[in-house]
């Protein structure tokens, strides 16, 4: 082993060592929710539910066509 692997294997022994008696970091805290985050999903809710709708009517409207005698 030269030098330059000693003094890596020795860096990574150290650190090894470390990470094992460092406490663990505490999780973050909550960021509370703004009223522009409430407005935002409100607003996407309200939108996908006419998507959805829509999606349905279209889906109807296109099995009644299909459903029709060619003239």
Do not use: W, Y
Not at 2 to 19: G, Q, V, Y
Not at 42 to 67: F, V
């Amino acid at each position: 082993m030269n030098a330059l692997e000693s003094t890596f294997a020795d860096l990574e022994a150290r650190m090894t060592k470390a990470a094992g008696s460092a406490p663990g970091r505490p999780a973050p805290a909550p960021v509370a929710e703004t009223k522009g985050d409430v407005t935002t999903r409100a607003a996407r809710a309200i939108l996908d539910a006419e998507t959805e709708n829509r999606n349905a009517k279209i889906a109807a409207l296109r099995a009644a066509r299909l459903k029709q005698e060619p003239r």
